[in-house]
């Protein structure tokens, strides 16, 4: 049975209706900001605490990194994502989430080929790639005396 592309075309635009962009947009960028807000409050909380500036700039990430790892794990962050779309991809959370979900998905089979394997199978290219252009540019600036 052969089917026309017209009719094709009908049945896909019936089967996958457009999705709100400037709802999507809108959302994106109130979840993505919410995270952002909720790191800067946790600055002015770890500086108000008496932490030193290089103390809190280390322990802001740190807390929002921790703290998506156990959403993650619960499956909260999920249904975060969901409605939120690229705002929780975009900050530091994203990333996190991205080494988590796999690693969990996966542990059924156990903690070095499963958890442990998979768990960079996702973030681990940006790893890859971010380290290597990183050690490129230092050369570069290196040899030309760049800085």
Known sequence: MSISKSDYSKMTDKASPNSPILLNCIKAFVFGGGICLFAQLLNYLFEA????????????????????????????????????GAGTIVPISGFANSVVAPALEFQHEGYVLGTAAQMFSIAGPVIVYGTAT????GLIVFIFKLY
């Open 49 to 84: 605490l008496g932490m030193s500036e290089d103390e809190w700039k280390l322990a802001t990430p740190a807390t929002v990194i921790v703290i998506t790892a156990i959403l993650t794990g619960i499956g909260v962050y999920d249904k975060i994502a969901r409605h939120a």
């Open 134 to 137: 990183s050690v490129l540019y």
